[in-house]
């Protein structure tokens, strides 16, 4: 499952904070800011101003957040902050055993906005539930518009969706590390030009996962005003073999109870060589992330407690949700990224009757015969637009028509099916609109080199998704006019943004 939200994790680095001068030195320097528990220097440019590594909290293993403790003088904030405890993977050649890692970081437009024209603020929820840090998403398209940027990091993995007795609301440490993050926003944004009750949180993959648990966590009420879901999972559930060969069905992609990952927490504490908390939590980073699995196993947000009350697939379901408006789509070819590194990657032609068998029962034949192999032309790709269907467009759809009911919702399909691949994949496939591919259309990546068309149509997402945060709108001057979701989805591609009929295009007549 790690391959599922990695997907701007091709970098590394690493920070340190050092005392300076007094607090108060460097007055009107607009490298400096105070905030609420010292003063910051970043680095300032023409165009931007950057400041990294910020601490906003601190949590004991398995515990809840709190405020990063005050500092005397002025901490360099020119570099990132640690990178929470990971092993990295196959696409993303990085591991972190630091457990002091809830660090963010700040971009603005140049100069500081003035007392009366505060910039709306948009914080940054990466993706995958195991891997990444903020810093990897480079926020200076998106500030360049006009509004603050806040990336963050926050736990992952083990060290996130972990359950065992005696823990206080397990499985929830990760969405408790974003809601305190979302405090240090509220108290300090004033201070970096930034609008505190002007909060949009926006997420790609797991990321939106995670904000679809804000919005029915009680914690997160009155945290943030807007939120943009790209590619996000509330919904889904798993087919039988679907993210990778072999993988059993489950109701739910990544929401179990408290009694689940409880379970799964004896399980490799028995591994791990441990019969209670006291020694768990006395372990070596180094030994927890060698258990076999062990990041991903944990790669899940429990509720039935605090933090999330219900589940949040069904809190939707029942409108119990913060009234928030929402931007939120997918790619058109969500599922094409997975199937591929499952086997293409490897050289392998999957065995597409036996895996639509062994998904659907006595619903195979039907399936089969709507999705034909002739159609798509490999394998792979029939597997592939059978399980995004079934799996993305479905799950999309059904969470932006819930919120609909009581909300605005702007619904999109990111369909540029020559989005460049910046992750390390050199298969000869068709990743087509693959999943997170629109990532370098909002956030610079070197590995991903846009055309002339591809810039033109990353320029019109950065402005919808900034105006979105600015007004709850992300219709503008100059841009395809954006209906409400009620009135269609809006395509994504080059030349061609225009609404169309999303539950036509994939199909979900047949799949209700």
Same mark, same amino acid.
């Given at each position: 499952m790690r391959i599922l939200l990695a997907i701007a994790v091709l970098l590394t680095g690493c920070a340190t904070s050092e005392e300076g001068p007094p607090a108060g030195t460097g007055a009107g320097d607009p490298a400096v800011v105070r905030?609420?528990?010292?003063?910051?220097? +970043?680095?300032? *440019?023409?165009?931007?101003?950057? =400041? %990294?590594?910020?601490?906003?909290? !601190?949590?004991?293993?398995?515990? !809840?957040?709190?405020?990063?403790?005050?500092?005397?003088?002025?901490?360099?904030?020119?570099?990132?902050?640690?990178?929470?405890? %990971?092993v990295g993977s196959d696409y993303a050649d990085i591991s972190s055993e630091n457990e002091d890692c809830l660090y963010l970081n700040v971009t603005t437009p140049p100069g500081p906005a003035g007392p009366d024209a505060r910039r709306p603020v948009m914080v940054w929820i $990466?993706?995958?539930?195991?891997?990444?840090? /903020? $810093?990897?998403?480079?926020?200076?398209?998106?500030?360049?518009? /006009?509004?603050?940027?806040?990336?963050?990091?926050?736990?992952?993995?083990?060290?996130?969706?972990? +359950?065992?007795?005696?823990?206080?609301?397990?499985?929830?440490? +990760?969405? %408790?590390? %974003?809601?305190?993050?979302?405090?240090?926003?509220?108290?300090?944004?004033?201070? #970096? /030009?930034?609008?505190?009750?002007?909060?949009?949180?926006?997420?790609?993959? #797991?990321?939106a996962l995670a904000i679809g648990g804000q919005l029915t966590s009680p914690g997160?009420?009155?945290? #943030?005003?807007?939120?943009?879901?790209?590619?996000?999972?509330?919904?889904?559930?798993?087919?039988?073999?679907?993210?990778?060969?072999g993988l059993p069905a489950y109701p739910s992609f990544a929401w179990r109870t408290g009694a689940e990952v409880t379970a799964m927490g004896q399980y490799y504490a028995e591994q791990l060589g441990c019969a209670d908390l006291a020694c768990l939590r006395a372990l070596p980073v180094s030994k927890i992330l060698a258990a076999p699995q062990i990041m991903n196993a944990f790669q899940v947000y429990a509720h039935g407690n605090d933090v999330l009350p219900a589940a949040p697939d069904t809190a939707l379901r029942k409108g119990r949700f913060h009234q928030v408006p929402v931007l939120a789509g997918a790619t058109k070819d969500e599922h094409r990224i997975f199937v591929g590194m499952s086997y293409d990657v490897r050289g392998e032609s999957p065995d597409y009757p036996k895996l639509v068998r062994e998904a659907f029962g006595r619903k195979a034949p039907s399936i089969l015969k709507r999705y034909p192999v002739k159609r798509y032309g490999s394998p792979s790709v029939a597997w592939a637009t059978?399980?995004?269907?079934?799996?993305?467009?479905?799950?999309? $759809?059904?969470?932006?028509?819930?919120?609909?009911?009581?909300?605005?919702?702007?619904? =999109?399909?990111f369909a540029d099916r020559k989005?460049?691949?910046?992750?390390?994949?050199?298969?000869?496939f068709d990743w087509g609109a693959y999943h997170a591919g629109d990532l370098p259309y909002l956030f610079p990546e070197p590995k991903a080199a846009l055309s002339a068309e591809q810039r033109r149509l990353s320029g019109?997402?950065?402005?919808?998704? *900034?105006?979105?945060?600015?007004? /709850?709108?992300?219709?503008?001057?100059?841009?395809?006019?954006?209906?409400?979701?009620?009135?269609?989805?809006?395509?994504?591609a080059p030349g061609a943004v225009r609404p169309i009929d999303y539950a036509a295009g994939h199909d979900l007549a047949f799949w209700k």
């Open positions: 905030t609420d528990a010292g003063t910051v220097r +970043g680095t300032t *440019t023409g165009t931007y101003r950057l =400041y %990294q590594g910020i601490r906003y909290g !601190t949590a004991a293993r398995w515990e !809840t957040p709190r405020p990063a403790p005050a500092w005397r003088g002025v901490k360099d904030a020119t570099r990132p902050g640690p990178m929470c405890p %990971q $990466h993706g995958d539930g195991a891997v990444g840090a /903020g $810093h990897f998403s480079d926020a200076r398209r998106l500030a360049a518009e /006009g509004v603050v940027v806040v990336t963050v990091n926050y736990r992952l993995g083990v060290f996130s969706g972990f +359950g065992y007795p005696g823990l206080r609301d397990p499985g929830t440490y +990760g969405l %408790q590390d %974003q809601q305190e993050a979302l405090r240090w926003v509220r108290r300090n944004a004033a201070a #970096f /030009g930034g609008d505190p009750g002007n909060v949009t949180v926006f997420g790609v993959s #797991f990321g997160a009420q009155g945290l #943030f005003q807007r939120a943009i879901m790209q590619s996000g999972e509330t919904m889904m559930d798993m087919p039988a073999g679907s993210m990778m060969p059978v399980l995004t269907d079934r799996m993305w467009a479905r799950a999309t $759809h059904e969470q932006n028509t819930l919120l609909a009911r009581r909300v605005p919702v702007y619904g =999109y399909e989005a460049p691949m910046f992750l390390p994949l050199e298969a000869d019109q997402m950065v402005s919808y998704w *900034t105006n979105f945060a600015r007004t /709850g709108d992300p219709n503008g001057r100059g841009l395809p006019a954006w209906p409400r979701v009620e009135s269609g989805t809006l395509s994504l």
